[in-house]
């Protein structure tokens, strides 16, 4: 299994950033995916996450009106649409994957990591 981030970059406050992580070795529409991120100095927290199931979603409260998590199951891509970013947004952004699960939750380990696109939100 393999995901790949892409998609980061700087951005001024207030603009928006598509995330896109690219899936190999899985049928997406099969998994929970999870986007995860780390700022510098801070401990690691969930961001969005889409289910299998029924495609529902789970935001982190602050990023719920901002964020837009979708997937194409036929591209084996999932996307992080950011919008209204502000410099607390600034970290790493990953995707993960915990197998055996049908619904979000931010508590999983996760099983697959992509490697990380860097968002910067600065003026």
């Known amino acids: 299994v393999q995901l790949q981030a892409s998609g980061g970059g700087l951005v001024q406050p207030g603009g928006s950033l598509r995330l896109s992580c690219a899936v190999s070795?899985?049928?997406?529409?099969?998994?929970?995916i999870t986007w995860v991120r780390q700022a510098p100095g801070k401990e690691r927290e969930g961001v969005s996450c889409i289910s299998r199931t029924d495609g529902s979603t789970l935001y982190k409260d602050s990023m719920k009106g901002r964020f837009t998590i979708s997937r194409d199951n036929a591209k084996n891509t999932v996307y992080l649409q950011m919008n209204s970013l502000k410099p607390e947004d600034t970290a790493v952004y990953y995707c993960a994957v915990e197998i055996g699960v049908s619904t979000c939750d931010f508590g999983y380990e996760y099983d697959y990591w992509g490697q990380g696109t860097l968002v910067t939100v600065s003026s």
């Open positions: 070795g899985i049928i997406l529409d099969y998994y929970v």
